[in-house]
């Protein structure tokens, strides 16, 4: 994994999810102006502007070197998929000599630990107080830090030393309000977009063609494929299902989220109402009416009967046996699982399609999405050089670096991961969306300007010249791929965004387990006919008495703060 310093990082350029930006670090409270003051970067706008202690304005891709290095300490988990060079480790690797060449700044792991204890032990950190100068934390571990007033106020550092470029990243959502508390930036979101937790519908063209049905333009057209694809058998199994589900019901693979949008049902979530206020759309009527259908068709042999204690996996099992042909899931469902059916041996075996998510009427079909923050990145109060986080993303976020694909580097794929912060562009793939599928039809590739755009377009090439294995970025890159709907629902307005964005509420934090909990067990039974559809007017008087209410009006008065 050993590789020149300008190899690593035209590597971090390229990971196919990863964007312009590949590190990055957050935040916490703290207006204690010296901690800014110390050893700051020469180009590093800030109204603190002296205490350099021996900095040279060594240019390193338009940003600055600190001369002599300065140290910042963080902590990690380790990812699996890592596959390390001899006499590398988390501790030592090409891409922490990278950040020492380039930019002067050395990364010191204070202790690393398997993924599956990370959480617990930044739990014992934070209740000791021993934190190191940054890491990476959930939402509810943001608040315990700044509660605990551990960590410092990044808003001055976000105005004045994040470029307009690295601004880009967090000012086109509400991705930075959701690390705000009392207007203070705390912390700076581990982003995602939004836009890829949206929804499509993937079926198996081959059985759409033979049985000559139309596309899927609205919820009738749904349900008639469904019961065509369950009762004509096209696929020639003993048994054939219309509707892909699984056991977590609103899951991105194999889910039934896309289905209630089709209803403008949006559970899960928080939506306005007519009055403008907050409410939870899990509780709606327009739930009930989607479940009504899901019952009626799970009662008609259209749903896979065992689909309650089925994850996506076992589900796709039928879909490998030829019994599945139709699923509600996430631009990447390609991957996984539906590759593992779609194709064998490199080669295709089964046809699929991809389509916007339909409506049950004259009234556009809204896909939900989330917020799309995965963490937190903090700083401690106590760190020297905060600054220098800042110019990691600066550095990153350049939108005219030069989008160089180095095969020669081992492992490239996993590179990035190394990243002790990490950063997604948030309309990436809209814009991969907006791009790509004319590339493919002309071959001109002048408008693809993102490493990830070039890298899909060159597995579709692959794929179109017989590499099977290219199939998952073939169904995103392609004409009618998952990147071109998402890009429409874009240009559309068909996104519904989550309005409730900041830490859970008092109550959310006791009661919302259990109001999960609830949910699932009584939509599970009315799908499955154990239960009648009048028992979801039950469940809505039930979740508003066990902490429904009371978190509701806590939803609005953070709602009503927020609007003042």
């Not at 581990?190 to 033979?210: A, G, V």
């Not at 899951?251 to 899960?268: I, K, R, V």
Request: negative net charge; glycine residues 6%.
């Amino acid at each position: 994994m050993k590789a020149n310093f300008k190899m690593v990082f035209s590597v971090f350029a390229m990971t196919s999810v990863l964007l312009t930006a590949c590190s990055g670090n957050p935040s916490a409270p703290n207006t204690d102006s010296s901690t800014n003051s110390s050893n700051k970067a020469p180009n590093a706008s800030s109204s603190a502007d002296t205490g350099k202690q021996g900095h040279t304005p060594e240019e390193v891709t338009g940003l600055v070197k600190y001369d002599p290095p300065i140290e910042l300490s963080t902590v990690r988990s380790t990812d699996v998929n890592i596959k390390y060079a001899p006499g590398e480790s988390m501790d030592k690797n090409a891409v922490y000599d990278a950040y020492e060449k380039e930019l002067g700044i050395k990364l010191k792991n204070d202790w690393v630990v398997n993924n599956d204890q990370y959480d617990a032990k930044i739990d014992l950190s934070v209740a000791s107080g021993e934190i190191p100068d940054f890491f990476k934390v959930s939402q509810l571990q943001l608040k315990k830090l700044v509660d605990a007033d551990l960590v410092m106020d990044l808003t001055d550092l976000f105005n004045n030393d994040l470029s307009d470029d690295a601004k880009k990243f967090f000012t086109e959502t509400k991705q930075v309000d959701s690390a705000k508390f009392d207007g203070k930036l705390m912390a700076i979101p581990f982003t995602d977009s939004p836009t890829n937790s949206s929804t499509y519908i993937w079926l198996r063209k081959d059985w759409l063609d033979k049985l000559k049905l139309p596309e899927p333009k609205t919820m009738q057209d749904v349900l008639k494929i469904a019961e065509a694809f369950s009762k004509q058998n096209p696929g020639g199994a003993d048994k054939t299902y219309g509707l892909a589900a699984q056991k977590t019901l609103y899951a991105a693979d194999f889910g039934l989220t896309g289905f209630f949008n089709g209803y403008h049902a949006y559970p899960g979530t928080w939506i306005k109402d007519q009055s403008g206020n907050l409410t939870y759309g899990s509780v709606q009527p327009e739930m009930k009416t989607a479940l009504k259908q899901l019952q009626e068709m799970y009662k008609a042999g259209l749903i896979d009967p065992e689909f309650g204690v089925k994850d996506s996996g076992k589900e796709n099992e039928l879909v490998t046996a030829n019994s599945l042909g139709m699923a509600y899931g996430a631009f990447w469902l390609g991957s996984f699982p539906l590759k593992m059916a779609a194709i064998k041996d490199k080669k295709t075996v089964q046809d699929w399609a991809v389509y916007p998510i339909a409506s049950i009427d004259d009234k556009p079909a809204m896909t939900q999405v989330t917020l799309g923050v995965n963490a937190y990145y903090v700083i401690s109060k106590k760190a020297k050089n905060p600054e220098a986080i800042f110019e990691i993303l600066n550095h990153y976020a350049q939108p005219k670096r030069d989008p160089v694909y180095d095969k020669g580097v081992p492992n490239s794929d996993y590179y990035w991961k190394l990243n002790p912060l990490i950063l997604y562009r948030p309309d990436l793939n809209v814009i991969s969306g907006s791009v790509l599928p004319e590339a493919l039809k002309t071959k001109d590739t002048s408008k693809l300007t993102t490493p990830d755009a070039l890298q899909l377009y060159e597995d579709s090439i692959n794929y179109l010249k017989g590499d099977g294995d290219n199939w998952n970025n073939w169904m995103k890159a392609k004409d009618g791929g998952t990147l071109e709907i998402m890009y429409d629902y874009s240009q559309q307005n068909r996104y519904l965004q989550n309005e409730f964005y900041t830490v859970p509420t008092a109550t959310m934090a006791t009661k919302q387990s259990t109001l999960d909990a609830k949910e699932l067990e009584i939509l599970t039974k009315i799908i499955t006919n154990q239960a009648p559809i009048d028992d979801f007017d039950k469940f809505v008087t039930d979740w508003n008495n066990l902490g429904g209410d009371l978190i509701t009006k806590e939803v609005n008065d953070w709602y009503s703060s927020i609007k003042k």
